[in-house]
């Protein structure tokens, strides 16, 4: 199934350049985008019919995975060093990427979430009889 988004959605809900992302890591990031709504999405869901708001959606959802990828990315090249004992920074702070991505990411689930069927509920644990464990009754 083909992505609900395109590139060119994704470089404008995030202002992105070419030379900031490469077309080829907001197409794999909109892959992985599709990859998590697909299955998520209510039974019955026309994706024809909601066209704006999936793409909406996965396009800042596409947008959150580009901006981790810059993050890491980011955080390799520009790395601390220690010379001589002196530790250098020559890096702008990678985290402040990554807390951005994860507020985009929460706002692409808002705009989806009129589509997507609850999460699935976990059963109820299985519980073994209580036994003693310090003094008590069984003690031998």
Known sequence: MQPFADTALVRLKLQLTEDTAPDALI??????????????????????????????????LAGACVMRRLAASRALQNRSVTIAGQRLDNAADPGALSCAARAVEDGAWRVLATLLAPPPVAPDM??????????GEDRP
């Open 27 to 60: 197409s794999d990031c909109l892959a992985a985008a599709h990859r998590r709504i697909v299955p998520r999405l209510r039974p019955g869901v026309d994706p024809e019919t909601h066209a704006q708001v999936l793409a909406a959606g996965e396009a800042l």
């Open 126 to 135: 299985m519980c073994s009889p209580s036994r003693p464990v310090l003094g």
